[in-house]
Nanobody, 116 residues
């Protein structure tokens, strides 16, 4: 099965930007929708954004206008460009299928911390 590795997180000040990458070990061309999820301490994991194989995107209300999700099927990689980051965005970010019959195994995630 395809495995994913998330990277690109770090410590950033409010208003700053980060670009997250999700590198898959195999082809993601056949996966209809890939997404970025996040989980903050004490909270449930939530879907942040998704992108279909044709490039259609959807965003949670709390990131609209600030985050951009994209995928490069040739590189088997999904990206999340985050701008105007807020402290509330602090979480571990993961990538996985969206609405798939079988989810991929969860990766280690990448920590995003937004703080002054």
């Amino acid at each position: 099965q395809v495995q994913v590795v998330e990277s690109g997180g770090g410590l950033v000040q409010p208003g700053g930007s980060l670009r997250l990458s999700c590198a898959a070990s195999g082809s993601i061309s056949g996966i209809y929708s890939m997404g970025w999820y996040r989980q903050a301490p004490g909270k449930q994991r939530e879907l942040v954004a998704s992108v279909t194989s044709s490039g259609n995107t959807n965003y949670a209300d709390f990131v609209k206008g600030r985050f951009t999700i994209s995928r490069d099927n040739a590189k088997n990689t999904v990206y999340l460009q985050m701008s105007n980051l807020k402290p509330e965005d602090t979480a571990v970010y993961y990538c996985n299928k969206v609405r798939g019959v079988l989810m991929l195994a969860w990766g280690q995630g990448t920590q995003v911390t937004v703080s002054s």
